[in-house]
């Protein structure tokens, strides 16, 4: 399947030591792509680098806050210095430290949520789009609450939708450059983020009672979406939110 081949592409991807970031690492790699996994910590994400490499693929850690620019900047001077360009982004790091009504949420909440969820995919583009040549693809993750804000989850809701905004401005922008951006809307996904979810019986049985597949994911079955995203089979695709979420949005 040679539209699917990553070989000797670089792919950078946040929140790379667990859950969709590192199916998402481990998919990318299997397809030939070299991999700089990002994540706050850097012990996580060597282990995450080393089982690829064990398993024949190419990666390697590299530490970064996302929510502040500087970091980025630097990770990528080391992008540089190490691939010398950048193919592929997939920003899908991600916080939500706010869990109520909205209208409780104060300035700090706020600004903790846009540094990570929006300024740090924009910043990522920003600093990463000098590295990359046409035929260059980024991802960001979003999420099902993009459209449908998940109770309880509005400031995280309100910077997913924020991310599908700047998804589609980018596409236009970077368009004349040969780089595409997509966005990949995850419904409830088996990981540490959705943990509060689907640990409580209760909880987990109402959200799943609303996904027609009656279950919710795995995160391998978020790690194609991307790989079909950042892929040649998706030269033609620019713009888009591509919904993975066991039908809850019909
Ligand atoms: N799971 C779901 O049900 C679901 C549904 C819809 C959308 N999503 C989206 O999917 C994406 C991945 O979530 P997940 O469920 O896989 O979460 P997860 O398992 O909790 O993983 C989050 C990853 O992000 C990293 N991270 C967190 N804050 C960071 C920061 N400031 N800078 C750099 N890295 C950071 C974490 O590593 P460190 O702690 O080492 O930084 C970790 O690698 C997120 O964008 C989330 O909004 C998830």
Same mark, same amino acid.
């Not at 390697?60 to 982004?89: V, W």
């Not at 401005?169 to 540490?192: C, F, M, W």
């Given at each position: 399947?040679?539209?699917?081949?990553?070989?000797?592409?670089?792919?950078?991807?946040?929140? +790379?030591?667990?859950?969709?970031?590192?199916?998402?690492?481990?998919?990318?790699?299997?397809?030939?792509?070299?991999?700089?996994?990002?994540?706050?910590?850097?012990?996580?994400?060597?282990?995450?680098?080393?089982?690829?490499?064990? @398993?024949?693929?190419? +990666?390697? @850690?590299? +530490?970064?806050?996302?929510?502040?620019?500087?970091? $980025?900047?630097?990770?990528?001077?080391?992008?540089?210095?190490?691939?010398?360009?950048?193919?592929?982004?997939?920003?899908?790091?991600?916080?939500?430290?706010?869990?109520?009504?909205?209208?409780?949420?104060?300035?700090?909440?706020?600004?903790?949520?846009?540094?990570?969820?929006?300024?740090?995919?924009?910043?990522?583009?920003?600093?990463?789009? /000098?590295?990359?040549?046409?035929?260059? @693809?980024?991802?960001?993750?979003?999420?099902?609450?993009?459209?449908?804000?998940?109770?309880?989850?509005?400031?995280?809701?309100?910077?997913?939708?924020?991310?599908?905004?700047?998804?589609?401005?980018?596409?236009?922008?970077?368009?004349?450059?040969?780089?595409?951006?997509?966005?990949?809307?995850?419904?409830?996904?088996?990981?540490?983020? @959705?943990?509060? $979810?689907?640990?409580?019986?209760?909880?987990?049985?109402?959200?799943?009672?609303?996904? /027609?597949?009656?279950?919710?994911?795995? /995160?391998?079955?978020?790690?194609?979406?991307?790989?079909?995203?950042?892929?040649?089979?998706?030269?033609?695709?620019?713009?888009?939110?591509?919904?993975?979420?066991?039908?809850?949005?019909?």
């Amino acid at each position: 399947m040679k539209e699917f081949d990553l070989s000797n592409r670089v792919a950078v991807i946040t929140g +790379a030591s667990r859950g969709i970031g590192l199916a998402v690492a481990q998919k990318l790699s299997a397809c030939g792509a070299r991999c700089i996994l990002v994540s706050r910590k850097v012990e996580s994400l060597e282990v995450a680098a080393a089982d690829i490499n064990k @398993a024949g693929g190419k +990666a390697i @850690a590299m +530490a970064c806050h996302t929510g502040y620019p500087d970091q $980025i900047q630097a990770m990528y001077e080391k992008i540089e210095e190490e691939y010398g360009c950048l193919d592929i982004i997939v920003n899908n790091a991600a916080t939500n430290p706010h869990f109520g009504e909205m209208i409780t949420a104060d300035a700090g909440i706020w600004d903790k949520t846009m540094d990570v969820n929006i300024k740090g995919p924009f910043f990522m583009i920003k600093y990463g789009v /000098p590295l990359m040549k046409e035929g260059g @693809a980024i991802v960001n993750v979003s999420s099902v609450n993009a459209v449908r804000p998940g109770l309880f989850q509005g400031v995280y809701s309100a910077t997913k939708a924020a991310l599908v905004s700047m998804t589609q401005s980018l596409a236009q922008e970077l368009a004349p450059r040969g780089i595409r951006v997509n966005a990949l809307l995850p419904g409830l996904t088996d990981t540490k983020f @959705a943990s509060a $979810i689907i640990s409580s019986e209760e909880i987990c049985n109402h959200a799943v009672s609303q996904i /027609p597949l009656g279950r919710y994911a795995r /995160p391998e079955e978020m790690a194609g979406a991307v790989l079909y995203l950042v892929s040649d089979a998706a030269s033609f695709t620019t713009g888009t939110s591509l919904v993975c979420d066991g039908g809850m949005l019909i």
